[in-house]
């Protein structure tokens, strides 16, 4: 990522006008319950809202946002609940994701699509993808305006040929009052 975008979503994090979303992902809890036990790992957290999510529900969470203020803001969420989450600060772009770790991965508008193969491979055997990101429409929508920063349909799933999907869909969605065009994804890696 760029000084210039780092500096962008700073000062985003920063300003008290900001207004992210509070609930978790509903693909990410609607799948809660066939969800494999263990370590997760929530890709471009920001707030922390599925990190916070999972770690309610037990897991040993791993976090990770470039946006320093995400993570205080993130953190003292977790403070104010009683929640550990290992907040991780590092552009994705240049971090080594480990491999083999992961039961489950959650990634919700995580901006840099080339980051798919590592992604995958950070998955343990048999652990399960959430990944949802923005998809092109013509139709006014909330998210990025530009086509550059949206998948073209039916891209989604060809990120992670080397994942077994479970579920896919791509359209019009709303969350929390806002009207989004998605592309979610619930893939597993094989044993």
Known sequence: MSKVELEEWEQRYADKTYSPRQAPSTLLASWLTKLPRGRALDLACGYGRNA??????????????????????????????????????????????????????????CPDKTQAPHIATALAPLGLLIYEFHLRTSEPVDGPQGDKD??????????????????????????EGRKNALARLVAYRKA
């Open 52 to 109: 916070l999510f999972l770690a309610q529900h037990g897991y040993i969470v791993d976090a990770i946002d470039i946006s320093r203020n995400a993570l205080l803001e993130a953190n003292n969420r977790a403070n104010s609940i009683g929640l550990h989450v290992n907040w991780i600060q590092a552009d994705l772009e240049q971090f080594c994701l480990p491999e083999g770790v992961y039961n489950v991965v959650v990634s919700s508008f």
């Open 150 to 175: 949206r998948l073209k349909p039916g891209e989604l799933p060809s990120l992670f040929p080397s994942l077994s999907p479970l579920f896919y869909d791509e359209g019009i969605v709303q969350m």
